[in-house]
Nanobody, 123 residues
Framework: QVQLIESGGGLVQVGGSLSLSCAAS????????MAWFRQAPGKEREIVAA????????FYADSVKGRFTISRDNAKNTVYLQMNSLKPEDTAVYYC????????????????WGQGTQVTVSS
């Protein structure tokens, strides 16, 4: 069982930056691929970024490439999402998710989820 706790959301102006963190319980953090998803009102949940257990393999949605960076610190059982050049369309609840094995981009393939953190980008 893995418990995930996100932090770092908030309100930011267009063009600003935010950093999200997700702390995971358990002793085998590096066995899990980690991902950030987001869900805006009235829209389906979508992948933002994912990272493999070693931190080498990474995936980014086209909409965030070049602006967002996912990273992990296996010694701290934490995954991060650095978000730069934020746009109003980045406004959503951001969720941290975990799965064993290789990283994937579909939400149904992830077994564990955090409670979500709101990110609001104001224009």
């Amino acid at each position: 069982q893995v418990q995930l706790i996100e932090s770092g959301g908030g309100l930011v102006q267009v063009g600003g930056s935010l950093s999200l963190s997700c702390a995971a319980s358990g002793r085998t953090f590096r066995d899990y691929a980690m991902a950030w998803f987001r869900q805006a009102p009235g829209k389906e949940r979508e992948i933002v970024a994912a990272v493999g257990g070693s931190g080498i393999s990474k995936f980014y949605a086209d909409s965030v490439k070049g602006r967002f960076t996912i990273s992990r610190d296996n010694a701290k059982n934490t995954v991060y999402l650095q978000m730069n050049s934020l746009k109003p369309e980045d406004t959503a609840v951001y969720y941290c998710a975990a799965k064993t094995g290789a990283l994937r981009s579909l939400s149904h393939e992830y077994d564990y989820w955090g409670q979500g953190t709101q990110v609001t980008v104001s224009s």
